[in-house]
């Protein structure tokens, strides 16, 4: 529920499970996990042990299997067994069930903060050990093959993709590594690439010129002056009626002075009639840049008495500033 948008269908959600039913039965959604087989009215069934994980404790109850008829195993017993989704469960095996706020939780965890499966597992263990003393969780392996094999079955509709791009975008970018690096991965000789060794290249470190996105020293300072400070769309109100060279003792406060409102219509002023100057720079360096500026930052939008977005004023921000390495 907390990653889900306004948008988004609705999906029927079950409550937390806190007490699990003695009995679950095969029903109209009960498949086989290898070929898909639909149970058979004809072939007997059986009821056999499980065993139901919720977030506090574990509980035993009977689950109905039925043979898969196929043999899709490779000669092998393959049972098929109830789905049990509108129950708020998770089968995984027919032997062992996880309630779904117990597989969310771990979504919840990850998601919000970096949290292996060792660590989460462990955790739970010690909720199980405090809510009900003796009883054990499930191995970080099992845990993990679960977890793994319930996240493809979320329903997130159609709203997770781009709405220009589609549901295949040529080019995606993630940003940072959510799940942790595998247990095979910990050992000893594992460090951070910013750690040096006798093996490390040692290079000479020296200043190149030249790296700023714009070269042109003195456009830089002209784009951040535009682009920063007070909104260009004042008025004379806003800036204490600065044409009037005489002010009476109400409209001044003790220990103010009258040229402070001149000084920022001065200001203003220089901002506004750099903006040409600036449009021309940006479009010789390069024609879209410039367009946007001239769309966005541009004296039209001064006219019509618009706000440049943010956005904008961000992007033209960080093209004075940035220096790339």
């Known amino acids: 529920m907390w990653a889900a948008l306004p948008t988004d269908s609705t999906v029927h959600r079950p409550p937390p499970i806190k007490t699990p039913p003695l009995k679950i039965s095969l029903d109209e959604y009960s498949r086989c996990s290898g070929c898909g087989a639909q149970p058979s009215g004809t072939s007997p069934t059986s009821w056999d042990a499980c065993k139901i994980y919720t977030l506090q404790e574990a509980f035993t109850c009977e689950i109905e299997r039925q043979i898969c008829p196929t043999s899709c195993s490779g000669g092998r017993y393959r049972f098929i067994g109830p789905d049990c989704s509108k129950i708020g469960l998770f089968n995984y095996n027919n032997r062992l069930l996880f309630t779904h706020d117990l597989l969310n939780d771990y979504t919840l965890c990850y998601t919000t903060s970096e949290t292996p499966f060792t660590a989460w597992v462990t955790v739970t263990q010690t909720r199980y050990d405090q809510f009900s003393p003796g009883a054990t969780f499930v191995s970080e392996e099992i845990f993990r093959a679960a977890w793994f094999s319930f996240t493809p079955l979320q329903c997130f509709g159609l709203e997770m993709q781009c709405p220009v791009c589609g549901p295949e975008p040529p080019v995606v970018i993630f940003d940072g590594v959510t799940v942790a690096f595998g247990k095979k991965h910990l050992t000893g000789s594992l460090k951070p690439p910013t750690v040096p060794d006798e093996h490390s290249p040692v290079r000479t470190c020296r200043s190149v010129q030249g790296q700023a996105a714009i070269t042109d020293k003195s456009l830089r300072g002209y784009i951040r002056k535009v682009v920063t400070g007070r909104s260009l769309l004042v008025s ?51 024609k879209s840049l410039g367009s946007l500026f001239h769309r966005y930052c541009g004296i039209q939008r001064l006219a019509e008495k618009r706000h440049s977005p943010r956005p904008m004023i961000q992007l033209f921000g960080e093209v004075s500033n940035f220096w790339f390495m």
């Open 236 to 286: 004379t109100q806003e800036l204490g009626n600065g044409d009037h060279e005489e002010h009476s003792s109400s409209d001044v406060e003790e220990g103010e002075s009258s040229a402070v409102p001149k000084k920022a219509l001065k200001e203003v002023v220089e901002r506004i009639d750099l903006i040409p100057a600036v449009s021309e720079a940006l479009s010789k360096i390069d």
